[in-house]
């Protein structure tokens, strides 16, 4: 799951990146309002935390643009304003929810859970397809009865597909939803991600299309 992480103060942003980071999240965070559109315009993500207070474009102004391009990904306002006034002001911009610094760490990234999965449409927390099954919020997957401990990324891709039973991934795909910038994508990756799932859940809970992609059954 890729976010996009707007936020101007570097302490905040190296702590929330390294948060979201160890919770299996691939992060890309930018310094400005005006960056920060440019890369809500070129890249599909997950979800945004968006900061308001921010140089060169405000968080108001990304989110009114955001929404004016027809996106509905998910947006989480963090930010120190913490008025009634500026809540429904960030709400009625088309926030999905709304944070007042400080916050707690796992407090956000409860919030981050839930915006994404009322975005995929699950009622539920646990994503499964009948065969496996998948929780956000412990990284474990559960196959035949018994738990399994994922790694970030083996939990990533695996969320991913899950998130689309019946529907093929391709590598770019994958790489898109696990990798951020900067980040060094050897050209096997995918490959050795799927191995480590197929190993710990067996051979068949994701099934290759040479040369397309790769996918989990939709569920019966």
Request: hydrophobic letters at 45%.
């Amino acid at each position: 799951m890729r976010i996009l992480l707007i936020e101007d103060d570097r302490m905040i942003g190296e702590a929330l990146c390294v948060a979201l980071r160890d919770a299996a999240y691939a992060v890309d965070w930018v310094l400005d309002g005006e960056t920060g559109s440019g890369a809500l315009s070129d890249i599909q993500y997950q979800a945004v935390l968006l900061d308001l207070g921010l140089p060169r474009r405000s968080g108001l102004e990304v989110l009114r643009k955001l929404r004016a391009s027809g996106s509905a990904a998910p947006v989480i306002i963090v930010t120190a304003r913490d008025t009634v006034e500026d809540r429904i002001q960030g709400l009625d911009f088309g926030a999905d929810d709304y944070l007042v610094k400080p916050f707690d760490i796992k407090e956000m990234l409860a919030r981050l859970r839930a915006v994404i999965r009322r975005q995929d449409g699950h009622a539920t927390p646990v994503l499964s397809n009948g065969i496996v099954s998948l929780d956000p919020a412990t990284h474990e997957a559960r196959h035949d009865g018994a738990v399994y401990t994922l790694s970030a990324r083996e939990f990533a891709l695996l969320h991913a597909l899950l998130s689309r039973p019946g529907s093929i991934l391709s590598r770019s795909e994958l790489e898109d939803r696990i990798y951020g910038w900067n980040e060094e994508i050897e050209s096997n990756a995918i490959d050795f991600l799927i191995h480590g799932i197929r190993k710990k859940l067996g051979p068949r809970i994701i099934k290759n299309l040479r040369g397309v992609g790769w996918m989990v059954a939709r569920p019966q």
